[in-house]
C-alpha cells in the first residue's frame, strides 16, 4: 500500500468530463474515456437486433458491396426536363426530405424566387414570391427524382444538369453545374448578378461543356476523386485538387469543340476560378453509389444524409423511400468578416451525400487545409475521421487517407451502429444568411441531430418484426 501512495498519481476518468477540470489544474496526470451510453430507445428494440443481428449484417454487407463496387461516369449534359425522372415544367427540385412552401427557410425561398425569375415564370421578386406560395408550383426533394443539389438545392425546368451513369448497375444521378461561392442562387441569393451568371451558365458553360464530354464519351470520375483525396481534399468543403483534375481532363477536349477561343477561354476561365466546382460532380457521384444499395431487406445502411434548412433526413437501404427527419441544427463555423452564428441559418443541402459515401466529415483527415474548422489541429481531424470508423460498416477500397497509411475511409453509416455506440455522423459544410437574397456568410462543422437516426433505427426494427417469418 505505501508503494502506491508514494507513486505519482494517474487518473483514467470514466465520468463527465468536467471532472477532470480540477486534475489538469493541480497538472495531475488524468486522461479522459470516451464514453457515452447508447441513444435512448425502447429496449424491445435493441432486443431486435439482437435477435437479427446475423441477417442484418448479411444484409449490409451487400449493401456496402454494392456501394463500394460502385463506378460513376460523367456521361454528359442535358436540360433537367429532358433527362431527371419525372421532372415537369412546374416542378422545383429542391434539396432535403420534403418541406411545403409554408415551412422552408429563407436560403430555400430565396433560391426559389431567383429561379423562377430565371425561368421566365416572374418578372421580380415579389411575382416570384407570391407565385411559388401558389398552387402553379409543385415541390419535391431533389433525391426522389435521383438528384442532388447543394445548400438550397433548387433545380428547375430548364436549368442544365451533369448526368451521371454507374456503370456498375446502371443507375444514374443528375445535379447543376456550380456557380461558385458567395452571392449565388444555392445559397438563396436572387439579384440581377445572380441571374445573368446563370443565364451564361446556360448560353456558354453548358453548350461548351456537353460537346466536349460528348468528345471525349465519358469521365472517370471516383477516379478523380480519389487522386484528390491524396492531394489535400475531402471533396466536400474542399475540391481545389478535383477541380485541377477534371480541368485538366476537360481542357483539350474544350479547346477543340469550342465555337472560338474566346468561348474556351472563358469557359476555362471560370472553372479555373471555382474551386468548387467539382462539388456538383462529386454530389451525384456519390448519389448514384448510393442509390445502387437501396431496397435491400434488413439493411441498417444509411443511403441518404440530407437537409433542407428546416428539417434533417435520412434513408436507409431497408427501409425503401421512408424519409426520417429532425430538426436541422445550426453549425459551428466559421464566419465572414460582419456576419456571426445569429444569421447563420440551420444546416442545409443535399451535399452531405457525400460524408453518406465516406468522404467530406468522414474524411476530414485527409483535407489539413480545413482542419481550422474542426478545432485547428491535425490531430482534431484525424479524431473527426477515427471516430467515424465506429459507426460505418466498412473501409472504403478506393478512397484513402494517406497520413493513415492509405486505410480506407470509414463508409457506410450503420444507423445501429449510430445508436448502440451514440457516435453521431461528422459533416463539414457551408453556411448560409438566415434571411433570403443575402448568400454565403461561411463554412463549418456539426453532428447530425440524433433524432432522424433513433427514428430510423425504430423503422427498420418496425419493418423486420412486420416481415419476419418462421421461415427468416
Known amino acids: 500500500m505505501q508503494n502506491i501512495i508514494n507513486k505519482e498519481l494517474k487518473v483514467i476518468n470514466i465520468g463527465l468530463k468536467s471532472f477532470k477540470e480540477p486534475l489538469d489544474k493541480m497538472n495531475i496526470k488524468s486522461v479522459q474515456v470516451d464514453f457515452a451510453p447508447p441513444l435512448n430507445v425502447d429496449e424491445k428494440y435493441l432486443k431486435i437486433v439482437r435477435e437479427n443481428r446475423e441477417k442484418i449484417e448479411t444484409a449490409n454487407q451487400e449493401a456496402v458491396q454494392k456501394i463500394l463496387n460502385s463506378k460513376p461516369f460523367l456521361v454528359g449534359l442535358e436540360q433537367a426536363i429532358d433527362v431527371i425522372p419525372g421532372m415537369k415544367k412546374n416542378f422545383i427540385l429542391h434539396a432535403g426530405p420534403p418541406v411545403t412552401w409554408d415551412r422552408m427557410c429563407g436560403p430555400m425561398k430565396g433560391a426559389i424566387t431567383g429561379a423562377l425569375i430565371y425561368e421566365g415564370l416572374a418578372a421580380n421578386p415579389e411575382q416570384a414570391q407570391k407565385i411559388a406560395a401558389s398552387s ?40 447543376t453545374m456550380n456557380e461558385g461561392l458567395g452571392k449565388v442562387l444555392r445559397y438563396g441569393a436572387f439579384n440581377d448578378d445572380v441571374i445573368k451568371k446563370l443565364k451564361w451558365m446556360d448560353s456558354v458553360l453548358y453548350p461548351t461543356l456537353k460537346k466536349a464530354i460528348g468528345q471525349m464519351g465519358k469521365i472517370d470520375l471516383k477516379n478523380i476523386m480519389a487522386q484528390a483525396l491524396h492531394m ?36 476555362l476561365d471560370f472553372i479555373n476560378n471555382n474551386d ?44 425503401g423511400d421512408e424519409w426520417f427527419t429532425g430538426t436541422a441544427p445550426v453549425p459551428d463555423a466559421l464566419f465572414f468578416p460582419g456576419f456571426t452564428k445569429e444569421d447563420a441559418n440551420p444546416d442545409i443541402g443535399d451535399s452531405s451525400i457525400t460524408e453518406t459515401n465516406g468522404l467530406g466529415g468522414f474524411a476530414i483527415a485527409a483535407s489539413p487545409a480545413i482542419v481550422q474548422f474542426v478545432g485547428g489541429s491535425t490531430k482534431d481531424a484525424i479524431n473527426c475521421t477515427m471516430q467515424m470508423y465506429e ?70 426494427m418496425e419493418k423486420i418484426i412486420k416481415k419476419s417469418s418462421p421461415t427468416d
Not at 426533394?141 to 456503370?167: D, Q, R, W, Y
Open 391 to 460: 459507426i460505418t460498416a466498412a473501409e472504403n477500397n478506393v478512397y484513402q487517407i494517406p497520413y493513415l497509411n492509405f486505410r480506407g475511409t470509414p463508409t457506410g453509416i450503420d444507423v445501429i451502429k449510430v445508436v448502440e455506440k451514440n457516435v453521431l455522423p461528422f459533416i463539414d459544410t457551408g453556411v448560409a444568411h438566415k434571411e433570403p437574397g443575402i448568400g454565403q456568410v461561411g463554412a463549418g462543422v456539426l453532428s447530425a441531430p440524433a433524432e432522424p437516426f433513433k427514428k430510423a433505427f425504430v423503422g427498420l
Open 232 to 267: 489535400g481534399d475531402e471533396v466536400h468543403n474542399r475540391n481545389r485538387a478535383a477541380t485541377s483534375l477534371l480541368y485538366r481532363t476537360l481542357a483539350p477536349s474544350i479547346v477543340q469543340t469550342a465555337d472560338d477561343s474566346k468561348t474556351a477561354a472563358s469557359v
Open 276 to 319: 468548387h466546382f467539382f462539388l456538383n460532380l462529386s454530389m451525384p457521384a456519390c448519389k448514384a453509389s448510393l442509390d445502387a444499395a437501396r431496397n435491400i431487406k434488413n439493411s441498417s445502411v444509411v443511403v441518404v444524409m440530407s437537409r433542407n434548412g428546416t428539417d434533417f433526413g435520412v434513408q436507409l437501404s431497408g427501409t
Open 136 to 175: 402553379e408550383i409543385e415541390y419535391s426533394s431533389c433525391h426522389e427524382h435521383s438528384t442532388v443539389g447543394p445548400m438550397a438545392g433548387i433545380v428547375s425546368a430548364s436549368m442544365p444538369v451533369f448526368i451521371l451513369k454507374n456503370e456498375e448497375y446502371g443507375n444514374k444521378a443528375f445535379c
